[in-house]
């Protein structure tokens, strides 16, 4: 036979550390407010069963009533925090009915009949058997757990209303003997025992439940935090693209600058050299004077035209094509170099000068002046330059060839790259600018300049433009390219 009062204490040491315990996991997660319904219920527990113990073997009726009723309020308070902690709806008023109806059957059972044991068990068992049931349907209703503790726990609790049941027809079928009805007595012991075994199960399927609640809960926060550093990461991006592409329209704008200022040189020389043959030949000759001022308003019209295209920050004021003959480029570079006192060396030709294409005739005109004074500057002075344009496979193609110094082979791939010199041009004056802007404005056509060494010394630019008008998106890749 069981000891009654050994299993109530071992079932007060019982609830009382799970109350604790359930105080500790509310206080650790503030948020998780739900937490102090399960801890106070299991406190109710205790308290209920540290009362019975306290209780002499005679107790006073009312007494009786509000121990009992303590641990059914811890019950009621179980089933209320389960609820809220699924986020199930909530039954509290079946629980106050039920606490209610408890307090009115056994005040009456004990004060009419006190040795009546069966009624207040069997009371007892209906109140059980509700708030389990609740429980139950709470569980069942729930998807945020897995499925297999749910069912664990409707299994415990399915398990505590069945000997809750087997305790309540026990009384009925075998009734005690009237010298054995007492207020605490071993032939209840066996319930109570597996009542402690009841709350250890339960105790551990709710921790197991918030276990997984907060495990959810730091995997949401961790795909939160994903999605943030995601998103982070992709404002990041596009503002190293803005910045990018701001970084790429102010060096842009920088070459421009740097083209502009490279050009300045062509049409002042011009300028100069007319203004010294004016002051030279005077009135003597108007026809001479008149060329010469021709030059330089010509030599100007082309200063304020690359001012005002590469100042601008509208692509399609800078690039200006036309249908146009390549003849009258070349006819432009002559006369610019006959002006400026350098035409003796020049020695130009033209093939299919019927041939039309699509070109800025400003730009590329000061392309092939570029190739030319490259051609003129690093070839000694009694050696000619030969200039030459054709069309060839959908392509204009001018050749300026030199018999000048040439350029190593190991620098052969870097030169046109902007401010570099070859090693062996360094004594003379330059700036590394003049194959750098040609291939910038060729680029705008989608055409392309080269560089050939010559058998026997000297190098040939060779500049190719295509016909057809090139593409936006091909002129804007070449000139990425270049």
Not at 40 to 52: E, H, S, Y
Not at 195 to 218: K, N, P, Q, T, Y
Request: aromatic share 8%.
């Amino acid at each position: 036979m069981l000891d009654l009062k050994t299993v109530l204490v071992v079932d007060l040491a019982t609830a009382s550390l799970q109350a604790v315990v359930w105080i500790f996991v509310w206080l650790a997660w503030r948020h998780l407010y739900e937490l102090k319904f399960l801890a106070a219920g299991f406190a109710a527990i205790a308290i209920g069963l540290l009362l019975m113990i306290l209780r002499g073997e005679q107790p006073a009726a009312w007494s009786i009533v509000l121990h009992n009723t303590v641990i059914k309020l811890g019950l009621v308070l179980l089933a209320e925090g389960l609820a809220r902690f699924l986020g199930q709806p909530r039954y509290t008023w079946i629980g106050v009915s039920l606490l209610i109806f408890h307090i009115l059957a056994w005040s009456l059972a004990v004060a009419v009949d006190p040795s009546n044991l069966a009624v207040r068990i069997h009371t007892s068992t209906l109140f059980t058997v509700i708030m389990m049931s609740v429980m139950s349907v709470t569980l069942l209703r729930d998807r945020t757990q897995p499925r297999l503790l749910r069912w664990i726990t409707i299994a415990v609790l399915g398990e505590y209303m069945a000997a809750s049941i087997v305790h309540s027809a026990i009384e009925f079928w075998f009734p005690a003997a009237p010298q054995d009805i007492a207020i605490l007595n071993n032939r209840n012991a066996w319930y109570l025992l597996q009542g402690i075994l009841f709350l250890i199960a339960l105790f551990a399927c709710l921790l197991f439940m918030v276990s997984s609640r907060l495990s959810a809960a730091l995997r949401e926060n961790n795909e939160a935090l994903s999605r943030e550093v995601l998103e982070r990461r992709r404002l990041e991006n596009q503002l190293n693209a803005s910045l990018e592409a701001e970084r790429a329209l102010r060096e842009e704008q920088a070459d421009f600058m740097r083209i502009v200022s490279h050009e300045f040189r062509t049409p002042l020389a011009v300028i100069r050299n007319a203004v010294d043959m004016i002051s030279l030949v005077g009135d003597r000759s108007r026809d001479a004077t008149k060329e010469r001022l021709t030059g330089i308003g010509e030599a100007l019209d082309r200063l304020f035209s690359l001012i005002e295209r590469f100042m601008t920050n509208d692509r399609d004021n800078v690039f200006r094509p036309e249908s146009m003959q390549i003849a009258p480029v070349i006819a432009d570079v002559q006369l610019h170099f006959e002006i400026t006192g350098r035409g003796e060396r020049l020695h130009f030709r033209t093939e299919g000068e019927a041939t039309s294409l699509f070109a800025d005739p400003d730009m590329l005109a000061t392309v092939v002046i570029n190739l030319v004074d490259n051609a003129l500057k690093y070839s000694p002075e009694d050696q000619p330059v030969h200039i030459d344009a054709r069309s060839a496979g959908g392509f204009i193609v001018i050749q300026v060839r030199d018999r000048g110094i040439g350029i190593p082979k190991a620098e052969l791939h870097k030169i046109g790259r902007r401010f570099f010199r070859a090693s062996n041009t360094k004594a003379g004056s330059g700036t590394g600018l003049g194959l750098y802007s040609s291939r910038k404005l060729l680029a705008y056509h989608g055409g392309t300049l080269g560089l050939l060494s010559n058998e026997g010394g000297g190098t040939t630019a060779v500049a190719r433009v295509p016909l057809l008008r090139p593409a936006p998106e091909h002129a804007l890749l070449e000139e990425t390219m270049t």
